[in-house]
């Protein structure tokens, strides 16, 4: 595990953006990225497009997404939709290179059909998919792509895809399981905000009760983006 601090947000998001091109510079072939949803990756993806757009070559760059609500792409809640209006629409990439978890369709219908687009374009390392990178947040609960902290069993689902429920609101979510994040290369969280703390300390120190703690890629390459705020040890 390797943590990166930064004096603000805005210095830890071009910070990843650089760490992000170097990845992709020393991967041949295709680049597949899965992408989280939130304000904090929407602050990357805006250092992507505006500052580094032309250091990327696009056409090798193909992006999956993490998780995503059941709503229509076009909804304000859609992961797809933030990106597409803070990456996507900025950057020269071919949409056929987007591959996108369709919100607006039946949940338990979606998961499987994602699960088969990402077994038929993903590569597989051991029995399941690998990710080149996969992007992550983390909520002040301790969950993480869409698994909350009482559906932990999809840390240890034997699916690619799995269908879920936020706590509070009841809005049904499609994610990857805990398997298929921790079978990525490289794995990142992005956190900002004093607000992500107290709950990144309990994860740190692999509490058990929260989803965060269970992320631990296989091939180690676990990286913790942060800015001053969000570091438990200031």
Known sequence: MIKKVFDSADSAADALARFIINEIS?????FNMALSG???PARLFRVLAENYETEIDWKRVRLFWVD??????DHKESNFRMTKETLLEKVNIQKA???RIKGEDDPAGEAKRYEELIRSQVPFLG????FDLVLLGMGEDGHTASIFPDQIRLMRSEKICHGALHPQSGQKRITLTGPVINNGKTVVFFLTGIGKR?????????????PASYINPAG???YFFLDTEANPED
């Open 26 to 30: 020393f991967t041949s072939g295709y």
């Open 38 to 40: 939130g304000s904090t």
């Open 68 to 73: 995503e609500r059941c709503v229509p792409p």
């Open 97 to 99: 290179n987007i591959f």
């Open 127 to 130: 029995n399941l998919p690998s």
């Open 198 to 210: 107290e709950m990144l300390k309990n994860v740190l120190q692999r509490d058990n009760r929260f």
């Open 220 to 222: 180690g390459n676990l």
